[in-house]
């Protein structure tokens, strides 16, 4: 896991619906972050929707 999967991860904790789709976004823009730590940042952010 990359460092910014880990600042992801942590800034989704607590996180309203709008800002969750902020981080996530801004993620899935992070040249850093894989396509399998992208879909565990969803799962994570949503994780009564799996």
């Known amino acids: 896991m990359t460092e910014n999967y880990e600042s992801y991860l942590f800034a989704l904790e ?3 619906p709008k800002l969750k789709e ?3 976004d801004k993620a ?3 040249r850093t972050v894989t396509l399998s730590e992208l879909c ?3 799962r994570a952010a949503y994780p ?3």
């Open 22 to 24: 902020i981080i996530l």
């Open 28 to 30: 899935a823009h992070d």
């Open 40 to 42: 565990a940042l969803t």
């Open 48 to 50: 009564e929707e799996v």
């Open 14 to 16: 607590g996180a309203g």
